[in-house]
């Protein structure tokens, strides 16, 4: 695997996942739309007055936009922000720390320096990353301190931490105060009916993590203007002289991985051979938590490429089935941090290529030149003694005082039944064109994926608007330019180079804080959220759509009287998806959270399924097998399972709508492919020809975009989540240009939008 800092976004062509349509990387070469104004190429035109008026407008907005980005002030996302409005007395600083910010019963770094700030509350060593930031940002030399604290003294620590009073649960956002008083009654009435059903609460309640265990691992900052180190600690500012001496001290920059909370990512294919599942990694990337921005976006796609005896065939062919068919190599690469990973190349044999094809496939990104040559043996392409088989995304938290978990989302299933039974797959059925087609289709989609460390604040949601909007402007002039009907060869390239941050996720990890039933649920380790954009084989037809998937959400829980911390979990589990439901990639959607609440209504029937029982006993004849086998995994890791008993279709397609019930109350609806997901209805997809395949790709990302951003602004001007005289900073200098980036873009938005 690469690393490699993330391809400028102008003429180079950043985005070349679908090489296997080489003729538009060429016009990659040439200057995008958005580049001949900037640098005095000219006004940007089509000649046509409306669409003129559109972009006149787009560049209006887009540089009032520049200006609001630049002079955004908040001090939940900016540490000067907040100096500016406490100062830079260390003392007062160390006040703010101890008495603005809490503590949580976590180890370790998740959070770090700017979660804390945009959560205001984190465990000993986040609170202490978030004090030296501020400390060194007033021109102190900072470092960390550590040390394990005597049990007596976590302990009282531990419970007066706890006791103080907790704020109440914040204004609800992106829906009105009465939907969410809604919302939270539907949610508590069904937690208590899953938690009757599963027998959730027949034991007594054990936590995963002792509050005293937490603390004792202590953490705070030293810090020195003339080389004299004095002590900042939050939570031994009344009482320094009760704290132990410092075991180790450490410059925060140096902190060692072993006291992070780190998300690994992996691809993983499967292929069938010699009447056997073997399984390769052809990517793997380890994103650590606790530094820079505390809720990390992600973005997967994959390169793709055909054989070069059939780069004739797979460039005129004019459907995007025939072309999927014919491709036979793959690539998957992330972004991340600003940085692109790239994995192995992989073909359909489901065999990872040799050192020399993927130097070979790289050249497909340069132009047509790169179709001369990958795979010259064509023939055992199609043999049957090894096919790829599967693929999955494969997510792994670990950190200190957490058990490692590890989940896998699937991208392509050809074989969707229990994995015990390999010697009776069918290989011919393997080596089929549909096959074939699925597996080319499958890599056609992305997946953005947001790693939450903190609740997300409504001012991360703008800034993420802002920046989102500001890359999208050259894409937006294209798309103008491709509905008024005017060919211009920079619309490839201008299309293909947006950066779109996760804005639905976003806020949806916002309102999921927001909407919370109480102040006792915490993030105390990371939350995987993501959205799939896919192709799939529906009816014999390409089908596009969106899901909204919620990978892991186990939430930790403050000890408080009267709450078992259980139902404060499964109330939690619920809550996200219907937080999905409401906000996901189609507001409304489908997912198990619709279903379920309208059991009742339609007369549903739903079975409940206990730890070691075979869920094929009364539903093998009525639900998928590939979902009574996930069924089956998550019951013999001890979780409950309450599943509606009649299978719902994705067009040919049944699938299975259930809850997945952990016995620590951990909750999560899930449904198509094994998802924990919000789904889009499909729509058939077709192409004048398939030399369009990657604008015609690039121009839906652009599209999904909008009706994402559609949404956001809807509810970001209803909910007042911009104020010029909060988010900005100072008086407007003269010549600003007046602008609301969710009113001024919701027509922009509307034009284009179908």
Excluded: C
């Excluded at 908040?74 to 000067?80: G, I, T, V």
């Excluded at 043999?383 to 058990?403: N, Q, R």
């Excluded at 121009?699 to 509810?715: D, F, I, P, S, W």
């Amino acid at each position: 695997m690469t690393r490699s800092p993330r391809p400028t976004k102008n003429a180079a062509g950043a985005n070349h996942r679908f090489a296997l349509v080489a003729v538009l990387v060429v016009v990659a070469m040439l200057p995008a739309l958005a580049h001949a104004q900037d640098t005095g190429g000219g006004t940007i035109a089509t000649g046509d007055p409306d669409a003129d008026a559109l972009i006149a407008e787009i560049e209006r907005v887009t540089a009032g936009i520049v200006e609001v980005k630049e002079q955004l002030h908040s001090d939940h996302l900016d540490p000067d922000a907040l100096l500016d409005t406490i100062g830079r007395n260390p003392s007062g600083i160390l006040e703010w720390v101890a008495t603005e910010t809490r503590w949580l019963p976590y180890e370790g770094a998740l959070r770090g320096a700017r979660g804390v700030l945009m959560d205001r509350s984190g465990s000993s060593l986040d609170r202490a990353l978030l004090l030296a930031d501020l400390l060194e940002r007033s021109g102190l030399e900072v470092r960390l301190a550590n040390t394990t604290l005597p049990e007596g003294t976590a302990s009282s620590l531990a419970s007066a931490a706890l006791e103080r009073p907790w704020a109440p649960v914040s204004d609800p956002v992106f829906a009105a105060a009465d939907e969410v008083e809604g919302f939270r009654a539907s949610v508590g009435s069904a937690a208590e009916e899953l938690a009757s059903e599963v027998g959730l609460l027949a034991g007594p309640a054990t936590d995963r993590l002792a509050p005293a265990d937490a603390i004792a691992d202590h953490w705070w900052v030293q810090a020195s203007s003339q080389g004299q180190w004095e002590d900042y600690d939050p939570l031994f500012a009344a009482d320094a002289a009760a704290r132990p001496a410092a075991g180790t001290t450490i410059d925060p920059a140096d902190l060692p991985g072993e006291v992070r909370h780190s998300v690994t990512l992996r691809v993983v294919i499967e292929r069938y051979e010699d009447e056997a599942l073997i399984e390769d990694v052809v990517l793997e990337h380890t994103v650590l938590m606790g530094g820079g921005e505390p809720n990390k976006p992600i973005e997967l796609d994959f390169d793709v490429s055909v054989p070069h005896e059939f780069a004739d065939r797979a460039s005129q062919t004019t459907d995007i089935r025939e072309g999927a068919r014919l491709s036979a190599f793959w690539r998957p690469r992330l972004e991340v941090d600003g940085q692109s990973v790239t994995g192995d190349w992989f073909s359909r044999r489901g065999r990872i290529e040799p050192p020399g094809a993927p130097a070979q496939a790289a050249a497909l990104s340069e132009g047509l030149e790169g179709l001369t040559g990958l795979g010259s043996e064509p023939a055992e392409q199609d043999t049957v003694d090894s096919m790829l088989t599967a693929t999955w995304i494969e997510y792994e938290t670990v950190g200190p005082g957490i058990e490692p978990r590890t989940e896998r989302r699937e991208i392509l299933d050809l074989v969707g039944a229990p994995r015990d039974g390999a010697a009776a797959i069918d290989g011919q059925a393997l080596a089929s064109d549909e096959a074939d087609v699925r597996r080319g289709l499958a890599f056609l989609g992305e997946s953005a994926v947001l790693l939450q460390a903190a609740a997300t604040h409504p001012d991360a949601f703008l800034d993420a608007y802002l920046e989102t909007w500001i890359e999208l402007r050259p894409a937006l002039i294209a798309l103008v330019f491709l509905r008024a009907g005017v060919e211009d060869e920079r619309i490839g390239p201008s299309l293909a180079t947006p950066r779109i941050l996760p804005i639905d996720l976003l806020a949806m990890t916002s309102a999921r804080d927001r909407w919370a039933m109480s102040r006792v649920a915490y993030v105390g380790r990371p939350q995987i959220w993501s959205r799939h954009s896919f192709y799939d084989s529906v009816r014999g037809e390409a089908s596009s759509s969106l899901a909204v998937d919620i990978v892991m959400n186990d939430t930790d829980v403050i000890p408080s009287a009267g709450r078992d911390p259980r139902m404060v979990r499964l109330e939690q589990g619920i809550l996200d998806t219907l937080v999905e439901h409401v906000l996901g990639a189609t507001p409304g959607g489908l997912n198990t959270w619709e279903r379920f609440s309208r059991r009742a209504a339609e007369g549903m029937a739903w079975t409940v399924l206990r730890p070691g029982s075979d869920p094929e006993a009364g539903l093998a004849d009525t639900l998928p097998p590939s979902d009574l086998a996930r069924m089956r995994a998550a019951l013999a890791r001890g979780d409950s399972v309450v599943v509606a008993t009649e299978p719902r279709l994705r067009g040919d397609v049944p699938f299975a709508d259930w809850w997945r019930i952990s016995e620590n109350g951990t909750a999560l609806g899930i449904g198509y492919r094994g998802w924990g997901q919000d789904l889009t209805e499909e729509g058939a997809t077709t192409q004048p020809s398939l030399q369009t395949l990657k604008l015609r790709q690039d121009q839906e990302r652009v599209e999904e975009t909008l009706r994402m951003y559609r949404e956001a602004a809807e509810q970001g001007r209803r909910q007042g989540l911009y104020d010029p005289h909060a988010h900005l900073r100072g008086p407007r200098p003269p010549g600003s240009k007046t602008v609301d980036p969710f009113a001024d873009t919701l027509p922009i938005i509307n034009s284009l939008s179908f």
